[in-house]
């Protein structure tokens, strides 16, 4: 998914508590992700106790800049290829929009 040789990212896993089944392997998949090397750090966040989706959410990330960008996935959705390059490219496209507040990977569609 890299683009550019230059190209990094920063990944958070964050796991939350759960006393699932498959809890315990997903805990050692989060620590033992690897990026490929120079592209990148990965952090692994094991919560101490059940938080729920929406804090999982809204508690994920903080923007430290007007530059820096995240995109949130969650563990049922599997990303193409071209995952970074289109939202590289989405991103340049609409930075300057004040009418823009965030772009998604998924297809919109209203629940009535």
């Not at 970074?84 to 823009?100: C, G, N, P």
Request: aromatic content about 14%; overall charge negative.
């Amino acid at each position: 998914f890299y683009e550019y040789e230059g190209d990094t990212i920063e990944l958070e896993i964050h796991v939350d508590k759960s006393h699932g089944l498959l809890y315990e392997e997903c805990v050692k998949i989060a620590h033992n992700f690897t990026l490929p090397p120079g592209r990148g750090t990965v952090t692994a966040k094991i919560a101490k106790e059940n938080h729920g989706l929406r804090a999982a959410w809204f508690d994920c990330w903080s923007p430290q800049s007007d530059t820096e960008h995240a995109i949130i996935v969650e563990d049922d959705l599997e990303l193409a290829p071209t995952w970074f390059s289109w939202l590289r490219k989405a991103w340049l496209s609409y930075r300057h929009r004040e009418d823009v507040a965030g772009i998604t990977l998924s297809r919109q569609f209203l629940m009535f």
